[in-house]
């Protein structure tokens, strides 16, 4: 366990301001944070409580420019802006500037290990720096650092269900007999559904996880994108369908699935009693190992402080 | 049927007893074993009419089980159906059926417990704008491939969405296949696959 960390958090969402929340709870000090637009950083370290009151009463986090927070003198990047596509950017170039400097970067944001995986490794290896990123896949569940504990080699397969807004929906239409529309109307005001749900409902979330498990499995020998991924969401699947699928006993999951030959996510029949049939928005990975057989890990596959945990968790990880 | 939740969800063995008594993936043996098989013949009211329908068995290595002549029961075309039973193993018995035919007899349908294995997929969308008869009957032309049992939900009518559940018999290691042939009627129909999951992933 690495004691005592000082960590810059970029971004200010659910996720980065679990982080700085947090942090003091394992060790770490916050000496700086950022969201779009302010930051604020204090080489004794900030205070948490101030900073994220301020946040909430005004939008800010503090009176310097971003690029403070970036430039601060810090051993871990904690990278939890939003996830973009292609580019990855600002994402990627946070991590750049964070690897060039020989500091350590965890990432939240899925862009920069889902679009540029090579790219990020190799700057990885010109770098003292070590690049993380559990709190991408599954929120609170440790898959990444399990695969790696089994090491890739070891692990034949990934699938799950990886998308708690997709699962969410599923599960409702299944029990209530509602239709889509209402479902994700539900969804919506429980907060548990964007205003703009399409990244979930059309399964690209869950098949930049699954990119990310292709990358790892792969270990190098073959770089994936959201491009390789054959992607199917959620929106064409009816009410009728879910129903013959429980005359049958089985139900309909967004399934994930990864392997180094590919990545496919899209609507499944399993089993109604079957691991992979969660329900609600709890997240499954399922891993498919040569010497230890299946491995099911199931929990929350998003939230703030879960996820943050799996954030402050590769922190201990880190050399 | 086979009780299926919490088995497989790809591959079942469409015969209990044979489940029982064999391991499964126990591929070489089944291809190699005899199994009984029904054929179903419509043969025209003629003396030796039987008599040449029945000598491809044997000389095609089959073993007769019975012959049911229902001759009380002529079809419209004024044919008189026979049901036979026959042991023979899977090869022997297409040979069998492929004999048959040669010689001009009407075989109505051969071995339904030729199929092994069976898969059930989801089909979402115009299922029945887009001919869903010809949807089953490309499913039942292919020689390694059998519609087992289909169920239609369409709630809004036929003008919807609506959607169906195939339970698909296909020969043993033929499940990959069929899954293959139904995306890609789908695809031309527009239609949405619903797929089980591969192996053992539950």
Redesign the interface.
Known sequence: MTAGERLAVLGAGAVGSSVVELAAEYGHEVVAFADSSSAVVDADGIDAAATLERKRAEGTVGDDDPDAALAADYDVLVEATPTTLGDAEPGFSHLETALERDRHVVLANKGPVAERYGDVRALERESAGEVRFEATVGGAIPIISTVEDLSPSHVTAA?GVLNGTANFILSRMAAEGIDYEHVLAEAQDLGVAEADPTFDVEGTDAALKCVILANVLSAGEREFTLSDADV?GIT??????L???A????T?RL?G?ATRDGIRV???????????AVTGTRNIA?L?TTNAG?LNLSGRGAGGPETASAVLGDVGRLD | MTPTLGSDAETEHGDDAEQSSRPRGDIDDAEREPQPHTIRLELADEPGQLLAALEPISENGGNLLSIFHERGNVTPRGRIPVEVDVEATPDRFESIVAALREGGVNVVQAGAEHYAEEVVVLLVGHLVDTDLSDTLRRIEENPATSVADFSLNAPEGRKDTSSARLRIATRSGETTAALALVREIAAEKELHVVEPLAGGAL
């Open positions: 699938r199917e064409n699947v009816p009410g009728s369908a129903e013959l699928a005359e049958d006993g089985r309909i399934v699935e899209g609507p499944r029949l399993v089993p109604q009693n079957a691991a992979l399922q498919e299946q």
